[in-house]
């Protein structure tokens, strides 16, 4: 017999991962590398300490002539100034310091867990088809048994076992596991683009169909 395409909760990524892309803002890349950017600022604030030091190195007194040559006592000239300039340029040296790398944001985190549960989920719902289609339909029924326990939050499970019933010609059976598909889709339409239900509708139709009144 014919076996329809299976239909995968691999259909419905697209607009979750596009939702986790675009929460992450992209930024313009800069003309200057950051690391060199960063080296260049630490350079230069380190030079700027230097030169503007220079002077306090040589421990100038509070009563001594100030080293511009005014001729006033340094308290009452450039002490000031020079003391804010200090403070600057060590704050800006500071600032210069290499920043520990950001950790992974949330969304970075969620992507990646998501993509990696997605991954298992998909091989092992194909594995199951796959069983179905070579014909060992003992093992895809006891492998989609396993997959409702392990993934019980997606329908594949439910459409599974009734391509197994389908495969062995137990049609009853297998439009009682595709109406379990359309509960589920109608109890998590969050989850569903609209009309998903309406394959697993026809295929009720077609393997029970209302008896003729």
Same mark, same amino acid.
């Given at each position: 017999? +014919?076996?329809?395409?299976?239909?995968?909760?691999?259909?419905? !990524?697209?607009? !979750?991962?596009?939702?986790? &892309?675009?929460?992450?803002?992209?930024? &313009?890349?800069?003309?200057?590398?950051?690391?060199?950017?960063?080296?260049?600022?630490?350079?230069?604030?380190?030079?700027?300490?230097?030169?503007?030091?220079?002077?306090?190195?040589?421990?100038?007194? @509070?009563?001594?002539?100030?080293?511009?040559?005014?001729?006033?006592?340094?308290? @009452?000239?450039?002490?000031?100034?020079?003391?804010?300039?200090?403070?600057? =340029?060590?704050? =800006?040296?500071?600032?210069?310091?290499?920043?520990?790398?950001?950790?992974?944001?949330?969304?970075?985190?969620?992507?990646?867990?998501?993509?990696?549960?997605?991954?298992?989920?998909?091989?092992?719902?194909?594995?199951?088809?796959?069983? &179905?289609?070579?014909?060992?339909?003992?093992?895809?029924? +006891?492998?989609?048994?396993?997959?409702?326990? @392990?993934?019980?939050?997606?329908?594949?499970?439910?459409? @599974?076992?009734?391509?197994?019933?389908?495969?062995?010609?137990?049609?009853? +059976?297998?439009?009682?596991?595709?109406? +379990?598909?359309?509960?589920?889709?109608?109890?998590?339409?969050?989850?569903?683009?609209?009309?998903?239900?309406?394959?697993?509708?026809?295929? &009720?139709?077609?393997?029970?169909?209302?008896?003729?009144?």
């Amino acid at each position: 017999m +014919q076996i329809r395409p299976a239909l995968s909760t691999r259909d419905l !990524v697209g607009p !979750v991962r596009n939702l986790l &892309v675009k929460s992450q803002q992209q930024l &313009v890349k800069p003309l200057i590398p950051k690391d060199v950017l960063d080296r260049l600022v630490h350079v230069f604030s380190s030079s700027l300490i230097k030169s503007q030091t220079k002077m306090t190195k040589t421990k100038i007194g @509070r009563n001594d002539p100030c080293h511009c040559g005014s001729g006033q006592k340094y308290k @009452r000239c450039c002490q000031e100034k020079d003391e804010t300039a200090e403070r600057t =340029a060590r704050a =800006a040296a500071e600032a210069a310091k290499p920043k520990a790398p950001p950790r992974p944001s949330l969304v970075d985190f969620l992507s990646e867990e998501f993509d990696d549960d997605l991954e298992q989920l998909t091989v092992a719902s194909n594995a199951i088809v796959d069983m &179905v289609h070579d014909g060992k339909l003992d093992e895809a029924e +006891q492998a989609a048994r396993d997959f409702l326990l @392990r993934f019980p939050e997606v329908h594949d499970g439910y459409d @599974r076992l009734g391509m197994v019933y389908e495969a062995r010609g137990d049609n009853k +059976q297998a439009a009682q596991y595709y109406r +379990q598909v359309v509960e589920f889709v109608r109890t998590h339409p969050d989850q569903y683009e609209p009309g998903f239900e309406d394959t697993f509708n026809h295929l &009720v139709q077609k393997l029970d169909p209302p008896a003729a009144g």
